[in-house]
């Protein structure tokens, strides 16, 4: 079957929650961390009451964030990049970077700020709405409380220009030489509960385990790791080709069942299994759920049954209830790269079953459980074991489950400010034992990329991974290697140097199964994965340094024509991707308003979880549109009537109308956690018996336009149009 693949989050934590407390300012862009991370805000809180620091809020929506910050931002959905480029731009102009950082430690600066200086503050103004004297302002705030950090989360993310947006942010911290140390980097707050972990252990369609990319090579580093054999793993799949193929994202997979978009696949989608995942979370619903019809076979393995099991109309659905978070025992990993060994509390009630036991009947139906399993004597300790054994890339060799567990049972030994241990059974080391831990003594990585600390102890300089020479499109040639006097206390060479390899012959560091080649390097010092410089310009993207490009579907048709998007992407994840054949400039004409979706804090994902707890329902049992007072009296529209918000795509849903001027006039808000409706109409008598939620509402991802990341096909669940109606 074809890969499906959830690439919502982008990135890791470069500090942690807890360091935010040494920050002299905090840029926080599309986050809401009062609703969707309310326990990192203590962190958030403590840097602007201890250290005076500016809390600067990015979001077109005054949230329950933006009632904290100093600072807020209003911008228009969409246009971010603009926005930082323009800080970039600002802090240059003024002469404000680390020169000296910069010199030693960035790559493809000139180049970057030849993009850069087109986003003057007045440009800036016009695409974004902020006052260009708001622009300015915020910039020097910046370059005055150093360090800062910088947060974003999916208001960042959710958009055709998702990717670009998370490299402007880069850009801005390596121009303000605010990484690789304590108070700075890029903090991008994650999701669920061990999304870090999903994500390192991949469950992803692009890449195997630990970010170890699909390729022959790959497969068999793993395949040595698993203990099983290459050649019979390649004839598992269909062809050579399907092999090192990237599967579909969970963003689109459906296409592959309906192929409206033409797909890149020898056959379509027969059956789905839905694995702790909640169809309405996915944009454009109502194609999904005509893929739901057409599908042979569903399987939901879920403790609740979901919007899913509402939403198929025939008889083609399996529910497999499975334990919860508590009913079970494994390593979880933070935001902050941190492992926790999570402890079960009680066994599976009713006739659920974890998640282990689930997957190993699965593989043992499917007749290989004696070629995965052989080395599996204890689960989940053994499955860890594994994982540690093959993940080198990013150093979880050394965050073996004995250790995990101790620093769990142990963790009131730890220092809050520094997450270090101050004695008792883990002296000296960093709680969780953050990635890259690179053998079974190394205390962990509190911080990435801190030349400070010696690699042993927990320092890391930036990563050489492109290569060490490149040459840029106006021919200047650049070394990316680190430039001399630029190394980790302790390092034999007093430079830049590449990845270690040929320790073992034939061998890298990240393919030494032994771990020679990274205790040879820890022992000289230096970093397995070499001593380079951070990139300003990454020429293996489509935009080699973020540009401003319109979203798909814009208000503003004078700025499509200025930054369009990006011609159509003809086979992108085994899926034709619209892009320019999809930015209609007429569109606004007919859909006015733009469309943002998002969190509240008291449902989670889907709502599945939250909306059948009884206590939670209660709080916030019904689904909602924010609309502001200007455009609620223009419109006839009263607090608390019902209102149909409409999209492009014939997508429509009827929702309560709560009339906040936390939006501007021209912009609807709406949380995606509701679900049990459907374009008006009531599916509770779907539900198996007894198992409907306290409250259902409609899915706001009916409305959610089409359009997707043009490098990770994240959903662009914060940008669209729509229409509005009084019911
Ligand atoms: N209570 C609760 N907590 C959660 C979750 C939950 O469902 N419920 N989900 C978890 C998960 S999976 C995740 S990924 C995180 C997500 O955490 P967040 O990303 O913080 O949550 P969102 O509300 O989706 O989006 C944040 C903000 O982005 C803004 N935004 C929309 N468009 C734009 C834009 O173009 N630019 C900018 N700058 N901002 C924009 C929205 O108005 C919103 O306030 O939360 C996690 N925590
Ligand atoms: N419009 C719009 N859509 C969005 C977003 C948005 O901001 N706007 N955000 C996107 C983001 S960032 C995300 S991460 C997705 C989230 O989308 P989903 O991941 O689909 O949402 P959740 O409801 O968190 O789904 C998790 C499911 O896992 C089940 N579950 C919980 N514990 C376990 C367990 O131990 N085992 C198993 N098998 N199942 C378990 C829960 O009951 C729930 O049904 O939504 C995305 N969709
Ligand atoms: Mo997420």
Redesign the pocket.
């Given at each position: 079957m074809a890969g499906v693949a959830?690439t919502?989050?982008y990135g890791a934590m470069t500090n942690s929650m807890n360091d935010i407390r040494h920050s002299k300012l905090v840029f926080m862009l599309g986050s809401n961390a009062a609703e969707a991370h309310p326990v990192a805000m203590q962190h958030i809180l403590y840097a602007k009451e201890v250290n005076n620091a500016p809390l600067i809020v990015v979001d077109p929506r005054f949230t329950k964030l933006a009632a904290k910050a100093t600072d807020y931002v209003r911008i228009r959905p969409g246009t971010d990049t603009a926005f930082v480029m323009g800080l970039v731009n600002e802090i240059v102009t003024n002469g404000w970077h680390d020169k000296d950082f910069i010199r030693k430690r960035v790559a493809g600066f000139p180049e970057m700020c030849e993009i850069a200086k087109h986003y003057t503050p007045e440009v800036v103004e016009d695409i974004t709405g902020i006052p260009a004297s708001e622009v300015k302002r915020i910039a020097k705030l910046l370059a005055t409380h150093r360090p800062g950090t910088v947060v974003w989360c999916?208001g960042a993310?959710?958009h055709s220009i998702g990717s670009s947006n998370t490299r402007a942010l880069c850009i801005l911290q390596l121009v303000l030489g605010n990484m690789g140390v304590s108070g700075g980097g890029t903090n991008i707050f994650r999701?669920?509960?061990n999304?870090q972990g999903a994500t390192d252990m991949c469950v992803l369609s692009h890449s195997l385990p630990a970010y170890y990319g699909i390729k022959d090579g790959s497969w068999k580093h793993w395949c040595r790791v698993w203990d099983v054999d290459y050649e019979w793993m390649k004839s598992r799949f269909h062809s050579k080709e399907y092999m090192n193929k990237k599967g579909f994202t969970?963003a689109r997979w459906y296409q592959g069942v309906i192929q409206e978009d033409k797909i890149s696949q020898y056959t379509p989608i027969k059956a789905v299994v839905?694995?702790?995942?909640?169809?309405?979370?996915?944009?454009q619903y109502h194609k999904l759920k005509k893929a739901l019809d057409k599908l042979d076979l569903v399987v939901i393995?879920?403790?609740?049954p979901?919007m899913t099991a509402a939403a198929c109309e025939k008889d083609n659905v399996y529910l497999l209830p499975?334990?919860?978070?508590y009913?079970?025992e494994g390593s979880v990993t933070s935001s902050s790269r941190q492992i926790q060994w999570r402890f079960k509390v009680v066994d599976p009630v009713h006739d659920s079953r974890?998640?282990y036991w689930?997957m190993g009947q699965m593989v043992k139906r499917f007749g290989f459980h004696d070629k995965f399993y052989k080395n599996i004597k204890k689960v989940p300790d053994d499955i860890t074991r594994e994982l540690c054994k093959g993940s080198l890339t990013i150093g979880y060799n050394g965050a073996l489950p004995e250790r995990i567990k101790k620093h769990t049972l142990h963790w009131e030994t730890f220092d809050v400010d520094s997450l270090q241990a101050k004695g008792g059974p883990c002296d000296g080391e960093y709680y969780g034992l953050p990635w890259p831990c690179w053998t079974e003594t190394h205390p962990g990585t509190p911080i990435l990329y801190d030349i400070s600390k010696p690699v042993a102890k927990g320092g890391l300089p930036f990563r050489a991974r492109f290569g060490t020479e490149h040459t840029y499109w106006n021919g200047r040639k650049e070394n990316l290697l680190a430039a001399p006097g630029v190394y980790n206390p302790g390092s034999q060479v007093k430079g830049g140097y590449p990845e270690f390899k040929d320790i073992v012959p034939g061998t890298n560091w990240k393919t030494d199964l032994s771990q020679k080649t990274i205790k040879v390097a820890i022992s000289r010092g230096m970093a397995p994965f070499g001593n380079a410089r951070a990139r300003c310009v990454c020429w293996n993207f489509p935009d080699q340094v973020p540009v401003h490009r319109e979203p798909l579907h814009s208000p503003r048709p004078d700025l499509i024509a200025k930054y369009p998007t990006y011609p159509d992407k003809k086979e992108q994840y085994r899926v034709y991707t619209r892009f320019k054949s999809e930015q209609k400039p007429e569109l606004v004409k007919n859909f006015p308003y733009v469309l943002i979706?998002?969190?509240m804090v008291e449902h989670?994902?889907?709502?599945?979880?939250?909306r059948?707890n009884k206590y939670l329902a209660e709080l916030a049992p019904k689904m909602y549109a924010e609309i502001s007072t200007r455009l609620a009296n223009n419109l006839g529209i009263r607090d608390g009537d019902m209102m149909w918000i409409e999209s492009p795509e014939q997508g429509k849903v009827k929702v309560m109308a709560r009339v906040t001027d936390r939006v501007d006039d021209k912009t609807i808000f709406?949380?995606?956690?509701f679900g049990g409706m459907f374009m008006g109409q009531d599916l509770s008598g779907n539900y198996p018996k007894g198992h409907e939620p306290y409250c259902i509402g409609e899915p706001?991802?009916i409305c959610?336009n089409y359009g997707y990341d043009i490098v990770t096909q994240?959903?662009g669940?914060?940008e669209g149009l729509c229409q509005v109606k009084k019911a």
């Amino acid at each position: 079957m074809a890969g499906v693949a959830n690439t919502w989050g982008y990135g890791a934590m470069t500090n942690s929650m807890n360091d935010i407390r040494h920050s002299k300012l905090v840029f926080m862009l599309g986050s809401n961390a009062a609703e969707a991370h309310p326990v990192a805000m203590q962190h958030i809180l403590y840097a602007k009451e201890v250290n005076n620091a500016p809390l600067i809020v990015v979001d077109p929506r005054f949230t329950k964030l933006a009632a904290k910050a100093t600072d807020y931002v209003r911008i228009r959905p969409g246009t971010d990049t603009a926005f930082v480029m323009g800080l970039v731009n600002e802090i240059v102009t003024n002469g404000w970077h680390d020169k000296d950082f910069i010199r030693k430690r960035v790559a493809g600066f000139p180049e970057m700020c030849e993009i850069a200086k087109h986003y003057t503050p007045e440009v800036v103004e016009d695409i974004t709405g902020i006052p260009a004297s708001e622009v300015k302002r915020i910039a020097k705030l910046l370059a005055t409380h150093r360090p800062g950090t910088v947060v974003w989360c999916m208001g960042a993310t959710q958009h055709s220009i998702g990717s670009s947006n998370t490299r402007a942010l880069c850009i801005l911290q390596l121009v303000l030489g605010n990484m690789g140390v304590s108070g700075g980097g890029t903090n991008i707050f994650r999701g669920h509960d061990n999304v870090q972990g999903a994500t390192d252990m991949c469950v992803l369609s692009h890449s195997l385990p630990a970010y170890y990319g699909i390729k022959d090579g790959s497969w068999k580093h793993w395949c040595r790791v698993w203990d099983v054999d290459y050649e019979w793993m390649k004839s598992r799949f269909h062809s050579k080709e399907y092999m090192n193929k990237k599967g579909f994202t969970l963003a689109r997979w459906y296409q592959g069942v309906i192929q409206e978009d033409k797909i890149s696949q020898y056959t379509p989608i027969k059956a789905v299994v839905f694995w702790g995942c909640a169809s309405n979370s996915q944009s454009q619903y109502h194609k999904l759920k005509k893929a739901l019809d057409k599908l042979d076979l569903v399987v939901i393995i879920d403790p609740f049954p979901t919007m899913t099991a509402a939403a198929c109309e025939k008889d083609n659905v399996y529910l497999l209830p499975s334990s919860s978070q508590y009913e079970t025992e494994g390593s979880v990993t933070s935001s902050s790269r941190q492992i926790q060994w999570r402890f079960k509390v009680v066994d599976p009630v009713h006739d659920s079953r974890d998640d282990y036991w689930i997957m190993g009947q699965m593989v043992k139906r499917f007749g290989f459980h004696d070629k995965f399993y052989k080395n599996i004597k204890k689960v989940p300790d053994d499955i860890t074991r594994e994982l540690c054994k093959g993940s080198l890339t990013i150093g979880y060799n050394g965050a073996l489950p004995e250790r995990i567990k101790k620093h769990t049972l142990h963790w009131e030994t730890f220092d809050v400010d520094s997450l270090q241990a101050k004695g008792g059974p883990c002296d000296g080391e960093y709680y969780g034992l953050p990635w890259p831990c690179w053998t079974e003594t190394h205390p962990g990585t509190p911080i990435l990329y801190d030349i400070s600390k010696p690699v042993a102890k927990g320092g890391l300089p930036f990563r050489a991974r492109f290569g060490t020479e490149h040459t840029y499109w106006n021919g200047r040639k650049e070394n990316l290697l680190a430039a001399p006097g630029v190394y980790n206390p302790g390092s034999q060479v007093k430079g830049g140097y590449p990845e270690f390899k040929d320790i073992v012959p034939g061998t890298n560091w990240k393919t030494d199964l032994s771990q020679k080649t990274i205790k040879v390097a820890i022992s000289r010092g230096m970093a397995p994965f070499g001593n380079a410089r951070a990139r300003c310009v990454c020429w293996n993207f489509p935009d080699q340094v973020p540009v401003h490009r319109e979203p798909l579907h814009s208000p503003r048709p004078d700025l499509i024509a200025k930054y369009p998007t990006y011609p159509d992407k003809k086979e992108q994840y085994r899926v034709y991707t619209r892009f320019k054949s999809e930015q209609k400039p007429e569109l606004v004409k007919n859909f006015p308003y733009v469309l943002i979706t998002g969190r509240m804090v008291e449902h989670m994902g889907g709502g599945a979880e939250t909306r059948s707890n009884k206590y939670l329902a209660e709080l916030a049992p019904k689904m909602y549109a924010e609309i502001s007072t200007r455009l609620a009296n223009n419109l006839g529209i009263r607090d608390g009537d019902m209102m149909w918000i409409e999209s492009p795509e014939q997508g429509k849903v009827k929702v309560m109308a709560r009339v906040t001027d936390r939006v501007d006039d021209k912009t609807i808000f709406m949380p995606f956690h509701f679900g049990g409706m459907f374009m008006g109409q009531d599916l509770s008598g779907n539900y198996p018996k007894g198992h409907e939620p306290y409250c259902i509402g409609e899915p706001a991802n009916i409305c959610t336009n089409y359009g997707y990341d043009i490098v990770t096909q994240i959903q662009g669940t914060k940008e669209g149009l729509c229409q509005v109606k009084k019911a």
